[in-house]
Each structure stands twice: as structure tokens, then as C-alpha cells.
């Protein structure tokens, strides 16, 4: 089995609050991400094809198309956008890494069998900063 994976780049806005909470409860619990007026982060994207390569090509995923399909279904509605009000499949969720990796991972699963007969979906991983990250393996 070999994994192959393509790095994307986003800039987006959002908040953490939860609207059943205290403003007080949001602060303590969200920090700064819980900023009123909203405020940015520069998102790093991964995705993992894993898969056996296809004796034809020598490729378990075309990279160029497996960048497309990313910039096309994933990019293009994230980036300079505000999480919280300007993605409609975000609508009603907590803007938190960990739920904007499962929202990438439905939108990907499905697509990644179009563009390669021999990979699957392996990983979402996504870098809120550079330090702080999720991956998801769609369990
Ligand atoms: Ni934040």
C-alpha cells in the first residue's frame, strides 16, 4: 500500500461560540476563537489517497487531477471566506478543525473514485496553525 498525499492552502475566518452559552463560558472555553467580531487563520490542508499504483502509470493518484479536485470541491468554497456564515455545508456547525475536516472528508470520499481507479481516501488532515492540527480517517 502506498500513501500520497497533496498539501492545499486556505485563509479563512470564523468563530467559536456556542449560542446555548454564557458570552462568559464561550470566552473561557474558546479563547480567542471566540472573538466576537471574528478573526483568521491560515489553514493548511492534506489529503491521503492510499492505494496500490496502477501498473500503467505508476500512479496511485494523478496529483495534478487530485489537486484540482481539492481546489474545485474544497478551496474554492473555503478560501477568503468566513466558515461560520459563507459555507453552506458548515451551516449550523461549530466552525472547529475537527468539524470542517469530517464536512471535507464527506465532500471527498465520493469525488476521489473519479479521478483514480486504483487510490481511495486515506486521511484529511488540516492545520489550523502551525501547530495545532486534526486528522481524520473517517471513523
Ligand atoms: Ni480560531
Redesign the pocket.
Known sequence: MIYVSRKEHFNAA???YNPNWSKEKNLETFG??ANENW?G?NYDLIVTIKGSPDPETGFVVDLKKLSNLIRNEIIERLDHKNLNLDVPFMAGKMASTEILAQEIWKILIDKIKSISNYGMLHSVKLY?TPRNYVEYFGE
Do not use: D, G
Open positions: 470564523h468563530k467559536l480567542p476563537c478573526h487563520h489550523e
